[in-house]
């Protein structure tokens, strides 16, 4: 019997669904991505909120010091 929500497997999807779980128990974040498989996709996973953040923040732009052997 196939499930009137999902699209057809021959339905083009334009983009899939991608999400980080994040809780406090290792078990609970595990259990989770297993339970929910590849549809949604589980790009990551955290264990507070403040994990989440240095997970997905880009990373602080280089500070120009204006010498030339700046970053070496």
């Not at 083009?12 to 339970?35: F, N, W």
């Amino acid at each position: 019997m196939t499930d009137p929500r999902r699209p057809a497997p021959d339905a083009a999807v334009a983009d899939p669904v991608r999400l980080i779980v994040v809780d406090d128990e290792p078990m609970v974040r595990q259990g989770l991505a297993m339970i929910l498989g590849s549809d949604p996709e589980v790009v990551g996973a955290a264990g507070t909120g403040w994990r989440l953040w240095a997970w997905s923040a880009p990373p602080a732009p280089r500070r120009c010091t204006g010498r030339a052997d700046a970053g070496q």
